[in-house]
């Protein structure tokens, strides 16, 4: 078991060294579209890229009926193993729609063993959905 502070230190690290890993920036939060985001996860049971609707719920709506009018496209030419929820809660009962992409394998961000994988599975996912988002932004910014 890890205290809080020795679990804060690992996750900086797990952050700093996929940084110097894979440097490059993400767009993650800077796509220019209120409530619509990248984002990687790494706790101590998953790992996961995701694309997240957070804005209020008309916003979401229209974003999510656009993303899955391009969901073939997603699926068969970017990301093909992607997860569609619309209703997705948050750990902290946050309901969001979110498009993402599991790490299959057992990982954990206090298992410095684990971590390759996971920064491989990171920089190949995130680059799909971020070449997905390039294509077609202007379809779903509409």
């Known amino acids: 078991m890890f205290s809080k502070e020795e679990s804060r230190l690992l996750r900086q690290d797990f952050w700093i060294s ?3 890993s894979f440097p490059r920036k993400w767009i993650l939060y800077d796509t220019k ?3 619509f985001s990248f984002k990687f996860h790494f706790d101590t049971k998953k790992a996961l890229v995701a694309l997240d ?3 209020d719920l008309e916003n979401r709506i229209n974003y999510w009926e656009k993303l899955q009018a391009l969901q073939s ?11 569609y929820e619309e209703a ?7 309901e969001i729609s979110r498009i993402y992409v599991p790490l299959e394998q057992k990982v ?3 298992n410095k063993n684990s971590w390759r994988d996971t920064m491989e599975f990171f920089n190949e996912h995130m680059s799909r959905f971020e ?5 077609y932004k202007d379809v779903i910014k509409g």
């Open 33 to 35: 579209m209120k409530g």
């Open 88 to 94: 997705y809660y948050l750990e902290n009962g946050k």
């Open 131 to 135: 070449a997905f988002f390039e294509e």
């Open 18 to 20: 996929f940084g110097k």
């Open 53 to 55: 609707l957070e804005d």
């Open 73 to 83: 496209i997603l699926l068969n030419e970017y990301v093909e193993n992607a997860i």
């Open 108 to 110: 954990s961000i206090h």
